[in-house]
């Protein structure tokens, strides 16, 4: 679902610090559930922003704008959606 990567958006707008690094001195970690990125099912990998979905197009239309305006093209959104999901530690 796109509002789940808007979350993910919103969460790297907040925590980077410019220079792609993540800065994590608010409080606030981004954790995984085992398989999120690698394994049987994993989206991680294979996350395009451009390929979820919203039951609304108008929401669709919206959110991916958003995401355009601040990486400049969802391709370079999902180079940046998909490091950050490949640092984040795995809860077990």
């Given at each position: 679902r796109l509002w789940c990567v808007v979350e993910l958006f919103c969460f790297d707008q907040m925590h980077?610090?410019?220079?792609g690094r993540d800065r994590?001195?608010?409080g606030?970690?981004?954790f995984l559930l085992p398989?999120?990125?690698s394994g049987p099912g994993a989206f991680g990998a294979q996350l395009d922003a451009a390929?979820?979905?919203?039951q609304q197009q108008q929401d669709y239309d919206k959110l991916l704008a958003c995401i355009e305006a601040a990486h400049g093209s969802?391709?370079?959104f999902?180079?940046?959606a998909r490091a950050l999901?490949?640092?984040a530690p795995t809860v077990h």
């Open positions: 980077n610090d410019g220079t994590s001195d608010h606030v970690d981004l398989g999120a990125v390929h979820c979905r919203c969802v391709a370079r999902n180079e940046r999901l490949a640092a």
